[in-house]
């Protein structure tokens, strides 16, 4: 193919430009409508659909939210102009290369912002020893720049038309995924899902997020239960029986939870998928493994949504 385009340059250009072309028709910024009357003027997609391109995200502010994990606040290029365009339970991919490497490192982070909020983009990220994508983003000071590609879409969610109930769990940093869907939905005035959240963490030094959890719980009654699996040997200062548990996210635990779900009558999303599951890989083996406790408790793996 090289030797073709080596002889016929007029087909390179030609061939260079027609791709060009159809990446910014593919990428070109699209409007998305926003329902609020405030937000008259139709802001762009920071991230349209595609992968093709990357972003330059500039920090503007970090905070250590606990003992490994910041809070960090990137300003999009575009300014007031753009949201992200990342939807509820999606990502973004990070790319970076490290010193000394030959390839670039790729991992995926789920924005926590208002995803309607203009101009920014959250990242909760935490940090793993020796980690190459989660060290790189805690060694970021503001005025330095990420590259950011994506969205990866979160379409594992469909509104449904009747009220459902599903069962969302999270394990350690997997809590973001599983927040932002959870955001996602109760902010819809279209939907009425009410969800049942089992979040597993090792410590009560590794809770994160609990004061926007607990804000989301009184904002909508009924509609939203959380309940943290601490198995930690610090465990016994927060467990209390009820919404602080002791162990892991476990056979009676996800049985007691998935109880609460059938009460009302209509477990699982419009596409019939009652969990929706992001942790370790060593928990989410234990769940949907071979042996998977989730199986054993009568669900199917079509019924699971792993992110
Ligand atoms: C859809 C999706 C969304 C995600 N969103 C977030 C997010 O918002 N915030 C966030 O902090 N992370 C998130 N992650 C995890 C993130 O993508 C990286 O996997 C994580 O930051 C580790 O990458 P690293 O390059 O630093 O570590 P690596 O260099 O890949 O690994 C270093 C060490 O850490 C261990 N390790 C790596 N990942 C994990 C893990 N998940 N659990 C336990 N040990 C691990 C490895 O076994 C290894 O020993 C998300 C993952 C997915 C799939």
């Known amino acids: 193919m090289a030797t073709i385009f080596a002889r016929r340059p007029l087909l390179t250009t030609a061939t260079t430009l027609s791709v060009a072309a159809s990446a910014y028709y593919i990428t070109r910024p699209r409007p998305l409508l926003l329902d609020s009357a405030s937000n008259a003027a139709t802001p762009t997609l920071s991230f349209p659909k595609t992968m093709l391109f990357s972003k330059q995200l500039t920090l503007t502010s970090v905070e250590q939210i606990n003992h490994d994990t910041k809070k960090l606040t990137f300003a999009l290029p575009g300014g007031q102009k753009e949201v992200s365009g990342v939807t509820p339970g999606g990502a973004i991919l990070t790319q970076h290369t490290p ?14 912002h208002d995803l309607d909020e203009r101009g920014v983009l959250q990242l909760l990220v935490k940090k793993y020893p020796n980690g190459k994508a989660s ?16 969205p990866i879409p979160g379409n594992a969610w469909t509104t449904p038309a009747q009220q459902k109930d599903v069962l969302l769990i999270a394990g350690g940093a997997g809590i973001t995924p ?19 959240l ?11 997020l609990q004061t926007e959890l607990d804000a989301l719980e009184k904002q909508y009654p009924g509609r939203l239960e959380v309940t943290y699996a601490v198995s930690g040997p ?17 056979q009676s635990l996800l049985a007691e939870a998935m109880e609460k779900c059938r009460r009302g009558g209509a477990f699982g999303d419009e596409k019939g998928k009652k969990v929706f599951l992001c942790g370790p890989p060593k928990m989410e083996d234990a769940l949907v493994g071979k042996q998977g406790v989730l199986q054993a408790l009568g669900l199917q793996k079509k019924e699971i949504h792993r992110f």
């Open 135 to 150: 060290s790189h983003i805690h060694s970021l000071a503001p005025g330095d720049q990420l590259t950011v590609r994506g």
């Open 178 to 196: 599983i927040y932002s869907l959870t955001k996602g939905i109760l902010s819809n005035p279209a939907d009425k899902t009410r969800i049942q």
């Open 99 to 112: 010193s000394g490497a030959w390839f670039p490192v790729f991992r995926p982070y789920t924005p926590i």
């Open 198 to 208: 089992l979040w597993g963490v090792n410590g009560p030094r590794d809770i994160v």
């Open 234 to 250: 610090d465990a016994e200062s927060v467990v209390d029986g009820g919404k602080f548990r002791k162990g892991y996210v476990d």
